[in-house]
């Protein structure tokens, strides 16, 4: 049981290169997230899925796109990379109903330069 | 939107001591609230949470508490070891959301 994997673990992209990072869990979970972690900024969520086929948008979703591929995977696509995409990403995945906890892959440490 | 004040953004204790991270929230209608630590280079690790239903939940040496009046919840850790160091988040949900909001962490640094 591998919990929540995210691929690759670092990347470096020039301005205006795409790219998608992967996610995927095993613990059948509805619920799908991604967060992007700035120095003093705490996390904060780019999108998410609610379930498999939904996606909404989160507090910071400007210049990304996602894709949520089965119940299993959701994608984070960065289509025109900028310098200020510069992050760690974080994918999560939870249940819904009488449980929120949400649980967080390793994370993806992107450079844009 | 829902906002999420954490205090303080650094913490020092002594090896044994005991240490506590401070959170407000704002939006009335949040009824839970996860605590993660975060390890260097890790992904955040959910480590205790609390329901709005509850005032209290202890889990061997951390301790939650909420103040729903005071829109107020606290982490408590008490015998603390080296371990122990990491950053803490506090995060705060709305009923029948599905999006988190953290507070900006507080990094713990426990001397042997």
């Known amino acids: ?113 | 939107g829902e906002n999420v004040e954490q205090h303080p953004s650094t913490l020092s204790v002594q090896e044994g001591d005991s240490a506590v991270i401070k959170c407000t929230y704002s939006d009335s209608a949040s009824n839970y609230f996860p605590w993660y630590k975060q390890e260097l280079g890790k992904g955040p690790q959910l480590i205790i949470d609390i329901r709005s239903n509850v005032g209290e939940k202890k889990d061997q040496r951390i301790a939650v508490t909420l103040n729903k009046t005071a829109k107020h919840f606290s982490l408590h850790i008490t015998e603390t070891q080296p371990e122990d160091s990491a950053v803490y988040f506090c995060a705060a949900q709305r009923a029948g959301s599905y999006q988190l909001t953290f507070g900006k962490g507080t990094k713990l640094s426990v001397i042997p």
């Open chain 1, 1 to 113: 049981n591998a919990g929540v994997t995210q691929t690759p673990k670092f990347q470096v992209l020039k301005t205006g290169q795409s790219m998608t990072l992967q996610c995927a869990q095993d613990m059948n979970h509805n619920s799908m997230y991604w967060y992007r972690q700035d120095p003093g900024m705490g996390l904060r969520l780019i999108y998410y899925s609610a379930s498999e086929g939904t996606t909404d948008k989160g507090e910071v979703p400007n210049g990304y796109n996602v894709s949520r591929l089965n119940k299993r995977e959701f994608s984070l696509r960065l289509e025109s990379a900028a310098p200020s995409q510069t992050s760690v990403y974080f994918c999560a995945s939870g249940f819904r109903g009488s449980s929120y906890e949400q649980y967080f892959g390793p994370g993806t440490r992107l450079t844009v330069t």
